[in-house]
């Protein structure tokens, strides 16, 4: 299971980090990854990273601004999200992906409750 948490209200320009609990020993045997979905919008890809950390990849919209990582004796992920923007306003949600690296597998996409990131003008 997987646990979104660290949203909240931010202005424009702020910074948030979220964190996304784990449990269940395959975690650091996975590949994870950041969805978001705003508001009337589908899903989309925020970032990923390798079950080692060794490869990230990140959607065009967030290059420079975002930065995943994952801590896997703790069995955590984050996503630091800097220079923040309204557009950047959606619920966020970790994934796991069925393999250990992002070129591999696909992802799980049972949606959790994620955490929510609001970004004020």
């Known amino acids: 299971q997987l646990a979104e948490s660290g949203g909240g209200l931010v202005q424009a320009g702020g910074s948030v980090r979220l964190s996304c609990a784990a449990s269940?020993?395959?975690?650091?045997?996975?590949?994870m990854g950041w969805f978001r979905q705003a508001p009337g919008k589908v899903h989309e890809f925020v970032a990923g990273?390798?079950?080692?950390?060794?490869?990230?990849e990140y959607a065009d919209s967030v290059k420079g601004r975002f930065t995943i990582s994952r801590d896997n004796d703790k069995n955590m992920m984050y996503l630091q999200m800097t220079s923040l923007i309204p557009e950047d306003t959606a619920n966020y949600f970790c994934?796991?992906?069925?393999?250990?690296?992002?070129?591999?597998?696909?992802?799980?996409?049972?949606w959790g409750q994620g955490t929510q990131v609001t970004v004020s003008a």
């Open positions: 269940g020993s395959i975690f650091r045997n996975s590949a």
């Open positions: 994934v796991q992906r069925s393999a250990n690296y992002l070129t591999l597998g696909r992802w799980n996409l049972d």
């Open positions: 990273i390798s079950w080692n950390g060794g490869k990230t």
